[in-house]
């Protein structure tokens, strides 16, 4: 059944078929948005999506490390910061699919204009930060943490983009200072298989396995200041990348 995806016939069947269903699954999610509610209506399409690609294009993925969590964010009472390594393009689709609660991303705020992407990441709450100079970034971190402590969780690959050579890169600061300002624990995560799946630079789709793993929460308020939080949090996801690809 997998052994067709691996041929350039069925590269391009995968292709065209992204490049139409994509489409076809925001305009679902905007004609559902008035009756769902938008935050509903995105993550009810929207992880059938990524479970239909995931079967359509032989990429299984698999949670690991859920059940360990307190049950308080399990079952999204305790809103939290998920971070993880970022090494595909198909990361956040992945983990729509495969984490068990809403959690929307951190994206700067360019993405609200690209096409059908940017009408979905609306819809579904994704939290923009303003990067335009300093005053604005620092106001859209605060607003940001307002939202959390409202009750949002979010995602953020700390790195800031995708790594090119399986190696993470330096982390940024600011997710750090998010997880301080809103006062809630960071889940270290690891999101492993998007290099061979998705190659930096390709836009051909391979069959291939995905491994999900979240460690055990960090709370901010237990570290001495933002380095030392960033330290302790890069540690846990390094080791938690290489149990990973040890399962992989």
């Known amino acids: 059944m997998a052994n067709w995806r691996n041929t350039g016939w069925g590269a391009v069947v995968m292709l065209i078929w992204g490049a ?16 769902l509610g938008r935050r509903r209506a995105f993550f009810t399409i929207g992880p059938m999506y ?3 690609m995931a079967w359509f ?13 307190p049950e308080a964010i399990r079952d999204g009472r305790q809103p939290v910061i998920f971070m993880s390594n970022h090494e595909s393009q198909m990361d956040p689709p992945v983990l729509i699919g495969a984490l068990p609660l809403p959690a929307v991303y951190i994206a700067k705020k360019e993405v609200k204009y690209l096409p059908f992407v940017g009408w979905a ?23 940001a943490a307002d939202e959390i402590r409202g ?8 790195e800031g983009t995708r790594s090119r050579t399986g190696e993470m890169l330096p982390f940024k600061k600011g997710g750090f200072a998010l997880a301080i300002d809103a006062g809630v624990p960071i889940v270290p995560m690891a999101t492993v298989g998007g290099r061979e799946v998705l190659p930096p630079g390709s836009a051909r789709l391979r069959p291939g396995r995905y491994v999900v793993a979240v460690g055990e929460p960090v709370a901010p308020a237990t570290h001495a200041n933002r380095d030392a939080l960033m330290t302790e949090v890069r540690t846990r996801i390094q080791a938690l ?7 992989q």
């Open 20 to 35: 139409l269903l994509v489409p076809a699954v925001v305009i679902g999610i905007l004609l559902a948005a008035p009756f």
């Open 57 to 69: 294009c032989h990429i299984p993925f698999v949670l690991k490390g859920w059940e360990h969590l």
């Open 241 to 247: 990348v290489a149990e990973a690809r040890g399962t």
């Open 151 to 158: 009750g949002k969780s979010v995602v953020i690959f700390p």
């Open 50 to 52: 990524a479970r239909g």
């Open 121 to 143: 990441a609306w819809i579904a709450g994704v939290i923009f930060i303003d990067r335009g100079d300093r005053e604005r970034a620092i106001k859209s971190i605060r607003d």
